[in-house]
């Protein structure tokens, strides 16, 4: 199995146990406009990853939240967000507490997906150790474990981080309860002022 097909797998293997793994970003976070590498705006502006850091950075001039492709590491799309020039205390903070959790969720997958590879690795060739085999066939070929014996190691390894699982999720919809709340306060807000201009300028009663 691929990085790619990581998230998919535990996300199935982990439904099927009665838990539940998040492997996107923003499922609470407000619409935005989608720039990516085939973007004319964006082109050479996406540089060779390093493990654990998205090195994906928008361009200076750029007035809107951009989306970046997926993290060779994390397998998630890392979103920088715009700083308005007029931007109040209350929505620099919600900023900072989005980017921060997009950080953090970016790192937690990282970690997550770079012990799965290792052990997964470790697992096939103990297995194949087990069986007299080597990790290549007579062609050079990568030897395989079958479906039944790889889910046996799917098994273990969510039972042995459902405990970290766990405090994610706790820690995810913490932070993301905290950003739908401010993001009405930040809503509120807009729609104060607006209300106060129209009061002010008799052109827009």
Same mark, same amino acid.
């Given at each position: 199995m691929?990085?790619?097909?990581f998230a998919a797998t535990l996300s199935r293997l982990q %439904?099927?146990?009665?838990?539940?793994?998040?492997?996107?970003?923003?499922?609470?976070?407000?619409p935005r406009p989608f720039?990516?590498?085939?973007?004319?705006?964006?082109?050479?502006r996406i540089k060779q990853a390093l493990p654990g850091v998205s090195s994906f950075t928008p361009?200076? %001039?750029?007035?809107?939240?951009?989306?970046?492709?997926p993290d060779r590491m994390s397998n998630l799309r890392p979103i920088k967000y715009h700083i308005p020039e007029y931007e109040s205390p209350l929505e620099s903070r919600l900023r900072k507490l989005r980017q921060e959790t997009e950080d953090w969720n970016h790192q937690f997958w990282t970690n997550q997906n770079i012990s799965f590879s290792k052990e997964k690795e470790g697992f096939i060739y103990s297995c194949l150790k087990e069986k007299g085999l080597e990790l290549r066939d007579e062609d050079g070929?990568?030897?395989?474990?079958?479906?039944?014996?790889m889910a046996e190691f799917y098994k273990e390894f969510l039972n042995k981080n459902h405990q970290k699982h766990s405090v994610y999720n706790k820690e995810w919809y913490m932070r993301n309860f905290t950003i739908t709340f401010l993001m009405g306060r930040v809503a509120l807000l807009k729609a104060w002022r607006k209300l106060g201009w129209r009061q002010q300028d008799p052109k827009l009663k």
């Open positions: 691929s990085r790619s097909g %439904n099927r146990h009665g838990s539940r793994v998040l492997n996107h970003v923003g499922s609470l976070t407000a720039c990516s590498e085939s973007d004319p705006r964006s082109r050479g361009p200076a %001039n750029s007035s809107h939240d951009w989306v970046g492709p070929r990568k030897r395989t474990l079958s479906a039944d014996e």
